[in-house]
Structures are given as C-alpha cells and as structure tokens.
C-alpha cells in the first residue's frame, strides 16, 4: 500500500471479504481462520481471510461500488431498526386497512 487511493480500496475489499455472504448469485465464506497472521514453524501463515480480500481487491470498481451501495443500505436498515427496537410500537403489527 503505498498511496490513500491504493489504502481506500483495499479497506474496502476487507470490509467487502468481512460482511458479503452472498452476491450476484455467488457464495462467500465468511471471515475464514485464522484471523490473525500465525507463525508456525519460522514460518508465518497469513490470514484465512486475506483470499476473500484479494478476491474483492482485484474486481473491478464498478462490481465493487454496486456491492458497497447495496451494504451501505443495508447497514442503515439494520441501524435503524436496532435505534427503533427501543419503541414498544416499532415491532407490532400494523392494523390493515
């Protein structure tokens, strides 16, 4: 990583590796293991989950913006629900009219 852009768009691959389970009719593991980098044997082992990042990384940005926009709605669906759990009359069913 040697410039912001190159630093954005590889945090975005990780958050993209992190939250997608499922996207344009594909499967994804999620954060596989080991999480941290493992040394074994003088040898280090990186991350399970860096392949997913790298799979994200090397897409192309449009394929990338459409998924982030679509997580980026769902995090704020998700937020609000959790903000408006608070209010006893968020979750009951509306009367039909």
């Known amino acids: 990583i040697s410039t912001g852009v190159s630093y ?3 945090i ?3 958050l993209l590796a ?3 389970v499922h996207y344009l009719g594909q499967d994804f593991a999620g954060l596989e293991e080991p999480l941290n980098p493992v040394v074994s044997g003088g040898e280090e082992q990186p991350p399970g989950w860096l392949a ?3 799979y994200w990384y ?3 940005e449009a394929y990338q913006a459409v998924a982030l926009d679509a997580l980026m ?3 704020v669906k998700y937020w609000m629900m959790v903000e408006s759990s608070k209010d006893q009359n968020f979750w ?3 009367e039909s009219t």
């Open 8 to 10: 954005t768009h590889r």
């Open 12 to 14: 975005r691959a990780m």
């Open 18 to 20: 992190a939250q997608v």
């Open 52 to 54: 997913n990042a790298d």
């Open 58 to 60: 090397n897409k192309e």
């Open 73 to 75: 709605d769902f995090e």
């Open 92 to 94: 009951g069913p509306a």
